[in-house]
Nanobody
Framework: QVQLVESGGGSVQAGDSLRLSCAAS????????VAWFRQAPGKEREGVAS????????FYADSVKGRFTISQDKVKDTVYLQMNSLKPEDTAMYYC??????????????????WGQGTQVTVSS
């Protein structure tokens, strides 16, 4: 089993920045990829960014390219999502997820079998 705990959400103004954290524990050796997803009320879940554990390729949704950066601290087994130039449309519950998956952009939720509880991000104009 793997446990994921997100933190760092909050309420900010448009143009501000936030950094989300996803701390992993448990049998993380069984996973090779971590991703951030978000879901706004009444909307489908959207893959935001993904990264392979231990470094490697990163992938981003077009809606966040150039504004969001996914990174990781291997010692702390924590993945971060730096969000800059936030927009009201970024308002959502943000979740991190992990699993064992290869290929593609890793932004499809069904490939992950461990999920955190989420952290709310609210951006006002």
């Amino acid at each position: 089993q793997v446990q994921l705990v997100e933190s760092g959400g909050g309420s900010v103004q448009a143009g501000d920045s936030l950094r989300l954290s996803c701390a992993a524990s448990g049998s993380t050796y069984s996973t090779n990829r971590v991703a951030w997803f978000r879901q706004a009320p009444g909307k489908e879940r959207e893959g935001v960014a993904s990264v392979y554990r231990g470094g490697g390729a990163t992938f981003y949704a077009d809606s966040v390219k150039g504004r969001f950066t996914i990174s990781q601290d291997k010692v702390k087994d924590t993945v971060y999502l730096q969000m800059n130039s936030l927009k009201p449309e970024d308002t959502a519950m943000y979740y991190c997820a992990t699993g064992s998956t290869y290929g593609g952009d890793g932004l499809a939720g069904q490939v992950y079998n461990y999920w955190g509880q989420g952290t709310q991000v609210t951006v006002s104009s």
